[in-house]
């Protein structure tokens, strides 16, 4: 049985703070009017796009350089280019999960 219901008194410091423990408000509006969280996730697919056309675009300079480079070579400019798709991959992954 809680103690409020026995009669027993909680000691100020066993009292719950306001707001402390309180799952965030999902409903937090901007001034315009609109929903915070349904601006950030528009902004999250229009960075999305952008970023998927920039991986599309080095994905293509990647495939002309292999092409160019030939089977025995191994050049520090293609590492780079892989390194750079891997950060973009990465960005869309990361806004994805959250």
């Not at 309180?22 to 952008?50: C, F, M, T, W």
């Not at 025995?72 to 869309?92: A, P």
């Amino acid at each position: 049985m809680p103690a409020q219901q026995s009669g027993q008194k909680i000691p100020p410091d066993l009292m719950p703070v306001p707001g402390v423990h309180e799952p965030p408000d999902d409903n937090v509006h901007l001034p315009s009017g609109k929903l915070q969280r349904d601006e950030i996730l528009k902004a999250d697919y229009e960075q999305n796009l952008k970023d998927a056309r920039s991986l599309i675009e080095a994905a293509k300079a990647l495939e002309s350089d292999l092409e160019k480079s030939g089977p025995s070579v191994l050049s520090l400019g293609l590492m780079k280019k892989l390194d750079d798709l891997e950060k973009i991959t990465r960005r869309i992954r990361n806004r994805m999960r959250h």
